[in-house]
């Protein structure tokens, strides 16, 4: 059973458009994150939430807005879609910010038209 | 320069051989953590380290947290051992978990 669901699998947008990926994570753990993985770059970091608040934030553009309606949900609202923001985004959570394991979702595969 | 230089990027094994791979940091590291991505896009977490080794049966991993440096060695490496392998490092002083490039392993019979 997986432990960190991504929602949709794949996800087809086009230009202009908003799309919001879903994460819910079932391990019991505070801290959450989302990392972004393109051909053109390795897993790249873009937000941090610990109890639902936001840690960090590395990501240049305000057209990526993670949200957290609960401990464990963390979604990721991307607005004004570019045909740049194609990549897989990865979920992940870990039972604190510092020194701990990560756990990845399976991903949610963006294809931006 | 990146935070994380992860080498080779790529390696070819045949079935029963061994190596290692590697990543070298530029500042300092409070953890560092491996993952392997499968042909399916998976990532699964082989290890955490602090410091010092972990084994875990045909794999094991060091990390020097003086020297800047992890390793990953891979013992009598098996056909589904291929993917990509990422290390990830936790710098002092700020908690954002950064990977390496990757070692895309491919193991032929």
């Known amino acids: 059973d997986p432990k960190i669901i991504q929602k949709p699998k794949y996800l087809v947008a086009v230009t202009g458009s908003e799309k919001i990926l879903i994460c819910e994570q079932y391990?019991?753990?505070?801290?959450m994150y989302w990392y972004r993985q393109s051909a053109k770059k390795p897993l790249e970091f873009m937000f941090s939430?610990?109890?639902?608040?936001?840690?960090d934030n590395q990501t240049a553009s305000s057209r990526f807005q993670p949200q957290s309606s609960k401990k464990n949900h963390l979604d990721l609202q991307i607005t004004a879609l570019k045909p740049d923001d194609s990549a897989t985004y990865f979920c992940a959570s870990s039972q604190g910010l510092s020194q701990n394991t990560l756990y990845f979702g399976a991903g949610t595969r963006l294809s931006v038209l | 320069g990146d935070q994380v230089e992860q080498s080779p990027s790529a390696l070819s094994l045949h079935e029963g051989t061994s190596s290692a791979l590697r990543c070298n940091f530029t500042?300092?590291?409070?953890?560092v953590q491996w993952f392997r991505q499968n042909s399916r896009g998976s990532l699964i977490n082989l290890f955490y380290?602090?410091?010092g080794t972990k084994e875990n049966g045909r794999l094991k991993s060091a990390f020097d947290s003086k020297e800047l440096y992890s390793t990953l060695h891979i013992r009598d490496a098996q056909l589904e051992d291929s993917g990509t392998y990422f290390c990830?490092?936790?710098?002092?002083?700020?908690?954002?978990?950064?990977f390496g490039a990757g070692t895309k392993l491919t193991i032929k019979p």
């Open positions: 380290l602090a410091s």
């Open positions: 939430y610990s109890y639902q608040k936001l840690m």
């Open positions: 500042t300092t590291t409070r953890s």
């Open positions: 990830a490092a936790e710098a002092g002083g700020n908690e954002k978990i950064t």
């Open positions: 391990l019991g753990h505070n801290a």
